[in-house]
T-cell receptor, first 114, second 113 residues
Framework: DGGITQSPKYLFRKEGQNVTLSCEQNLNHDAMYWYRQDPEQGLRLIYYSQIVNDFQKGDIAEGYSVSREKKESFPLTVTSAQKNPTAFYLC?????????????FGQGTRLTVV | AQSVTQLDSQVPVFEEAPVELRCNYSSSVSVYLFWYVQYPNQGLQLLLKYLSGSTLVKGINGFEAEFNKSQTSFHLRKPSVHISDTAEYFCAVSLSGNTPLVFGKGTRLSVIA
């Protein structure tokens, strides 16, 4: 089955710790994205990547870091510099084409700071 | 930069009644438009998309949307809702070319038996 796998589904972090959220896709998509979802705020773009070894900041990149060493993988690290990391994180992927197509989403990771 | 406004944060509706979820976008260039649905604690699933062509777009689960360029709107409609349609719905826009989707803040549809 082709799709996007995010892990873990639930993650708890102590204040001051870095945590890494995993995102893997087997759709052979070029582009991958990380969004953060908060109640009443919708989805906001953190980072995105069009090709391997390249990525761009989104609207709320501060306190986050990413890497894209393989086409299939786009892990997100939430660093201690992120002041309010409790949220639902969604990874997505799409074909990167002139005529846009839709993004496909994973099932999300809920991060809670304890 | 483009933006998306979903005019209603919550829409309660009785089962088997029609529903319209409103979406307006702002962009000075051509755009691609999408509606996604999200069930609790899950990812987003595409309902329908407008890329070009006919302004009336039909999607899954009996939903449809109409692209209105003059009013910069892309409202989602369903003639008769079911309990299972209870979910959050997101409108999204992307510019022509290779840019990430920009989402509205979502509309929570609650279907009442």
């Amino acid at each position: 089955d082709g799709g996007i796998t995010q892990s873990p589904k639930y993650l708890f972090r102590k204040e001051g710790q870095n945590v890494t959220l995993s995102c893997e896709q087997n759709l052979n998509h070029d582009a991958m994205y990380w969004y953060r979802q908060d109640p009443e705020q919708g989805l906001r773009l953190i980072y995105y990547s069009q090709i391997v070894n390249d990525f761009q900041k989104g609207d709320i990149a501060e306190g986050y870091s990413v890497s894209r060493e393989k086409k299939e993988s786009f892990p997100l690290t939430v660093t201690s510099a992120q002041k309010n990391p409790t949220a639902f994180y969604l990874c997505a992927s799409s074909i990167w084409a002139r005529v846009n197509t839709e993004a496909f989403f994973g099932q999300g990771t809920r991060l809670t700071v304890v | 930069a483009q933006s998306v406004t979903q005019l209603d944060s919550q829409v309660p509706v009785f089962e088997e009644a029609p529903v319209e979820l409103r979406c307006n976008y702002s962009s000075s260039v051509s755009v691609y438009l999408f509606w996604y649905v999200q069930y609790p604690n899950q990812g987003l699933q595409l309902l329908l998309k407008y890329l070009s062509g006919s302004t009336l777009v039909k999607g899954i689960n009996g939903f449809e949307a109409e692209f209105n360029k003059s009013q910069t709107s892309f409202h989602l409609r369903k003639p008769s809702v079911h309990i299972s349609d209870t979910a959050e719905y997101f409108c999204a826009v992307s510019l022509s070319g290779n840019t990430p989707l920009v989402f509205g803040k979502g509309t929570r549809l609650s279907v009442i038996a």
